[in-house]
């Protein structure tokens, strides 16, 4: 009886002590509290139209991405990660990866797998005539930093890319300390080409591009590495506007972007659809009712999407210098970041890069290569840049390179000297799928497809009279008949 007693008064002490909540001790005044209910069928197309908008970038540079650094067998890949991969020409039809591709620059380009240390980059002096730049891309698209002629110089330097978890200063020899939100980024070089004579320069420029990893520059032994990635196959970009994979594929970039304090409450709703980086969201699971539901809000996404480029892209309202930079620049304003993947991913931001585009002509007609048009700057209205220009043809809705008899995918201010100019100085280009019968017309050609098609201006290093909106785009106006 004795020891009954004592073991009726420890029982009695350990409910006593025990804290509201603990789970050895149910209390009747206390129960556990239920689990949130799952999301009705309203939730849930709600939550997927925001989940959707949110993670479109994400997605479709985790393709390009895979492309790129993963997948041996695919055409465009170019090599591992935390290397650098020049491409020693301009981009042509035959590269896919990228919708709106520029075909002014050979590039190069980094995959950043930052979780085991940061990367060092060294760029070697160049020519003081010859713009380039380093663009840092996270995984969510945003541009984080720049290193090239408009922010550091062309006298070259060394630069550290960290991780969100690296908690390092900045060591001897390095000029500027670069940090990611995100484990993964991407960092595109872009090199000016003066003319097909002046490739061989820019190989010896990308020859000096350098990246290694911070042990290696420091010649210390590394660290333990981080775990493998076992990388998702990803979709295509048709299957990326339907397929509820989408939110599987979301679910693992995840992995990859720690949550942002201003993100929580976002992510805490994706969590209750199964959408997050400690989730496997699963269609086949869901509710039919739910899953048509989530279905639907994909279609919104775009519907939302759609409506934007009509009544403030084609009207002019907004345009890339909206769509492209920090995640400070976009203010939170995930419709505008799914816009610049969408319509140009990897656009820069606009102190370095404006891209006025076109879809239709001065009448807001949809531009086609049924018809003839031209684009026209007046006297003394080129592109106002401190680099360079271009004009550059796409087909739609791929967003991709055309191809063409004579190779001329844009016109640029380097071939301003074979152009031939109007009477008043000025200078019009001639956009249609057919070459002009007039001769001196041939030399300022764009060539188009037959069907749909857009036109994208870049103004690298734009001026001020550029950035402020004083100087205006020409938009191509249909020739008659």
Not at 157 to 184: C, F, H, M, N, R
């Amino acid at each position: 009886m004795r020891r009954a007693l004592v073991l009726t008064i420890l029982l009695a002490l350990l409910v006593s002590c025990s804290k509201p909540g603990d789970p050895a001790v149910v209390s009747s005044t206390n129960p556990a509290p239920a689990p949130a209910p799952p999301p009705t069928a309203e939730q849930a197309r709600a939550i997927a139209k925001e989940a959707y908008i949110y993670g479109f970038p994400m997605v479709d540079n985790y393709r390009v991405m895979y492309s790129y650094f993963v997948d041996k067998d695919d055409p465009e890949y170019k090599g591992g990660w935390n290397q650098i991969h020049n491409t020693a020409r301009v981009y042509t039809p035959a590269d896919t990866a990228v919708q709106t591709p520029n075909s002014d620059t050979p590039y190069s380009a980094v995959g950043a797998d930052l979780r085991t240390e940061p990367l060092v980059l060294t760029v070697p002096p160049i020519e003081q005539d010859r713009y380039y730049s380093l663009q840092f891309i996270d995984l969510y698209t945003y541009n984080i930093a720049y290193v090239g002629s408009r922010t550091t110089g062309n006298a070259g330097g060394k630069y550290l890319l960290a991780g969100p978890g690296w908690k390092g200063g900045k060591p001897d020899g390095i000029d500027e300390v670069i940090q990611s939100d995100t484990d993964l980024a991407m960092v595109l070089y872009r090199t000016q080409l003066f003319g097909p004579d002046d490739l061989d320069n820019v190989k010896k420029i990308q020859a000096g591009y350098q990246v290694a990893p911070l042990s290696v520059f420091l010649n210390q032994p590394s660290p333990p590495a981080a775990p493998a990635i076992d990388f998702a196959p990803p979709l295509t970009q048709e299957q990326e506007k339907t397929s509820l994979q989408f939110f599987d594929l979301l679910g693992f970039t995840m992995r990859f972007a720690p949550v942002l304090p201003t993100e929580q409450e976002m992510r805490s709703r994706f969590a209750s659809l199964g959408i997050g980086p400690d989730r496997t969201f699963d269609a086949e699971k869901l509710d039919p009712a739910v899953r048509d539901a989530v279905q639907a809000g994909m279609a919104d996404a775009w519907a939302e999407l759609d409506a934007l480029r009509k009544n403030e892209i084609d009207t002019g309202k907004v345009g890339s210098a909206q769509f492209f930079g920090t995640a400070a620049d976009l203010k939170g304003n995930y419709l505008y970041r799914m816009a610049g993947a969408a319509f140009g991913i990897y656009g820069n931001t606009a102190a370095e890069a404006l891209y006025p585009g076109f879809f239709n002509d001065s009448t807001g007609a949809p531009l086609t290569g049924a018809d003839k048009y031209t684009v026209t700057f007046a006297a003394g209205q080129l592109p106002p840049v401190n680099a360079f220009w271009s004009l550059t043809m796409y087909e739609q809705p791929r967003s991709l390179l055309v191809a063409n008899p004579i190779d001329r995918y844009l016109i640029n201010s380097p071939m301003l000297p074979d152009l031939v100019p109007n009477p008043d100085g000025g200078y019009t280009i001639y956009v249609q799928h057919d070459a002009p019968t007039e001769a001196n017309q041939l030399p300022n050609w764009l060539p188009a497809p037959e069907g749909p098609f857009s036109l994208v201006m870049r103004l690298y290093w734009p001026k001020p009279d550029a950035l402020d909106g004083s100087w205006k785009a020409p938009p191509p106006v249909k020739v008659s008949p």
